[in-house]
């Protein structure tokens, strides 16, 4: 929103505890203040409040030139208060005050609230702990998916602290920090639910954009290390699946007829981009296959090695020319791109599979449907989203999922 007026949450039912916590801290981190709990009694009710601005509560008299505000403390007193009471199995959200006594944070990044990790990076650090990766490499990864990421290696060591000594239970993840991204509701919905934006199915590829499918069957990825899901793939129908291949139809022409050593730039520079997110491409590779980091780097490896080659497709595009190779015969060899091609994926191999396939085929001037694996189909996602930030154009790869 670009004015933020601090309104207060819908109130509603939610089925647990931490999810009327995290719908009052993301409404709240969108509106521009920062909800904490105040007091709580975990089987029963919790209240929260706001963290910044008000009056301090400190019954000592204090000349008011020694006071020195600090954010964020306990000591303040906005008059802002939801309570979440458990009634018959279920949590009811009930704003008793919704008044602020403060401005809005302009940025929430002006709050060290903003610095924590959220449920995700948790997890992924997590992940890595238990990976044995240094905290510093592991930032570093955590940066590489989220650049505007302010966490510094004191809150990394802390939290792998508390990961050794098994002090982090999954229920806890949710009240790191509140999701910035997720859009204001400012009605309650029909049921009561908590509303919830779904960001972990994935989507088709097609004609340069991601889309979302039609049908409503999908297949769950599971982690292997802890059985939980990962993300969702849909089921592609037959005409999602015929969209991007009249996508790949139409983008033949054009690109059949751009020059070599235009196609060869492309691959430079997806080169260059696979090169910057190996971390990232690893990690989703271990998240979702299981496998060490070590061994994902090494998948990523292989498969830049074909982008490699296909950076050298120049000379593998000139054709023969053997003058009379009969009596008055001449011979010519053209060297032509076949039109729309596919690859269908193991799992075994979910970078390095892909790459074989594509970045041969484009480079020589046709266009690709690729199926990733239903079982790990993150890579190829992330492959796509690289492939056109090199530059190629619309149409010329895309990516449908399903089953065989």
Same mark, same amino acid.
């Given at each position: 929103?670009?004015?933020?007026?601090?309104?207060?949450?819908?109130?509603?039912?939610?089925?647990?505890?931490?999810?009327?916590?995290?719908?009052?801290?993301?409404?709240?981190?969108?509106?521009? !203040?920062?909800?904490?709990?105040?007091?709580?009694?975990?089987?029963?009710?919790?209240?929260?409040?706001?963290? @910044?601005?008000?009056? !301090?509560?400190?019954?000592?008299?204090?000349?008011? *030139?020694?006071?020195?505000?600090?954010?964020?403390?306990?000591? /303040?007193?906005?008059?802002?208060?939801?309570?979440?009471?458990?009634?018959?199995?279920?949590?009811?959200?009930? /704003? =008793?005050?919704?008044?602020?006594?403060?401005?809005?944070? =302009?940025?929430?990044?002006?709050?060290? !609230?903003?610095?924590?990790?959220?449920?995700?990076?948790?997890?992924?650090?997590?992940?890595?702990?238990?990976?044995?990766?240094?905290? @510093?490499? $592991?930032?570093?990864?955590?940066?590489?998916?989220?650049?505007?990421?302010?966490? +510094?290696?004191?809150?990394?060591?802390?939290?792998?602290?508390?990961?050794?000594?098994?002090?982090?239970?999954?229920?806890?993840?949710?009240?790191?920090?509140?999701?910035?991204? &997720?859009?204001?509701?400012?009605?309650?919905?029909?049921?009561?639910?908590?509303?919830?934006?779904? *960001?972990?199915?994935?989507?088709?590829?097609?004609?340069?954009?991601?889309?979302?499918?039609?049908?409503?069957?999908?297949?769950?990825?599971? *982690?292997?290390? +802890?059985?939980?899901?990962?993300?969702?793939?849909?089921?592609?129908?037959?005409?999602?699946?015929?969209?991007?291949?009249?996508?790949?139809?139409?983008?033949?022409?054009?690109?059949?007829? &751009?020059?070599?050593?235009?196609?060869?730039?492309?691959?430079?520079?997806?080169?260059?981009?696979?090169?910057?997110?190996?971390?990232?491409?690893?990690?989703?590779? &271990?998240?979702?296959?299981?496998?060490?980091?070590?061994?994902?780097?090494?998948?990523?490896?292989?498969?830049?090695?074909?982008?490699?080659?296909?950076?050298?497709?120049?000379?593998?595009?000139?054709?023969?020319?053997?003058? *009379? %190779?009969?009596?008055?015969?001449?011979?010519? #060899?053209?060297?032509?791109?076949?039109? $729309?091609?596919?690859?269908? #994926?193991?799992?075994?191999?979910?970078?390095? +599979?892909?790459?074989?396939?594509?970045?041969?085929?484009? +480079?020589?001037?046709?266009?690709?449907?690729?199926?990733?694996?239903?079982?790990?189909?993150?890579?190829?996602?992330?492959?796509?989203?690289? %492939?056109?930030?090199?530059?190629?154009?619309?149409? $010329?790869?895309?990516?449908?999922?399903? &089953?065989?």
């Amino acid at each position: 929103m670009e004015q933020k007026k601090m309104i207060p949450p819908p109130p509603g039912t939610f089925q647990d505890r931490e999810d009327l916590i995290k719908h009052v801290r993301d409404f709240g981190t969108n509106q521009g !203040y920062v909800v904490t709990i105040k007091k709580s009694r975990k089987d029963r009710r919790v209240i929260l409040g706001c963290d @910044r601005g008000g009056v !301090y509560r400190n019954r000592r008299k204090i000349d008011e *030139n020694k006071r020195k505000r600090k954010a964020c403390s306990r000591l /303040i007193n906005c008059p802002f208060e939801a309570i979440g009471k458990k009634e018959d199995d279920v949590w009811v959200l009930t /704003i =008793k005050n919704g008044e602020h006594n403060h401005e809005p944070f =302009k940025d929430m990044s002006e709050h060290p !609230y903003s610095r924590r990790f959220s449920e995700e990076e948790v997890k992924q650090i997590k992940l890595m702990t238990e990976a044995g990766i240094k905290p @510093r490499q $592991v930032l570093k990864a955590l940066k590489q998916s989220n650049p505007e990421l302010q966490s +510094t290696p004191r809150h990394l060591y802390n939290l792998k602290a508390k990961i050794r000594q098994g002090n982090l239970s999954e229920k806890s993840f949710k009240s790191w920090r509140p999701n910035r991204s &997720t859009p204001v509701n400012t009605s309650a919905s029909p049921s009561g639910v908590s509303p919830n934006i779904d *960001n972990n199915r994935v989507s088709n590829f097609i004609g340069g954009k991601f889309v979302d499918l039609r049908g409503s069957a999908t297949i769950d990825v599971i *982690n292997p290390a +802890t059985q939980e899901v990962g993300s969702q793939v849909p089921l592609t129908t037959y005409e999602e699946f015929k969209d991007a291949v009249d996508a790949a139809k139409r983008a033949f022409p054009a690109w059949k007829n &751009t020059p070599v050593a235009t196609r060869q730039r492309i691959m430079f520079k997806l080169q260059e981009l696979i090169r910057r997110d190996i971390d990232k491409l690893a990690m989703n590779i &271990t998240v979702e296959q299981g496998t060490t980091l070590k061994a994902a780097q090494r998948d990523v490896l292989f498969g830049l090695e074909v982008v490699e080659q296909a950076c050298a497709v120049a000379t593998l595009q000139i054709g023969e020319f053997v003058p *009379n %190779a009969l009596c008055g015969l001449d011979t010519y #060899c053209f060297r032509e791109p076949l039109g $729309v091609c596919a690859g269908i #994926c193991p799992f075994n191999f979910p970078d390095m +599979t892909p790459l074989w396939m594509f970045s041969i085929a484009v +480079t020589c001037g046709n266009t690709f449907i690729l199926k990733p694996s239903e079982k790990n189909p993150g890579t190829s996602m992330i492959l796509a989203a690289l %492939a056109m930030e090199a530059g190629l154009p619309d149409g $010329v790869l895309n990516i449908v999922h399903g &089953t065989n």
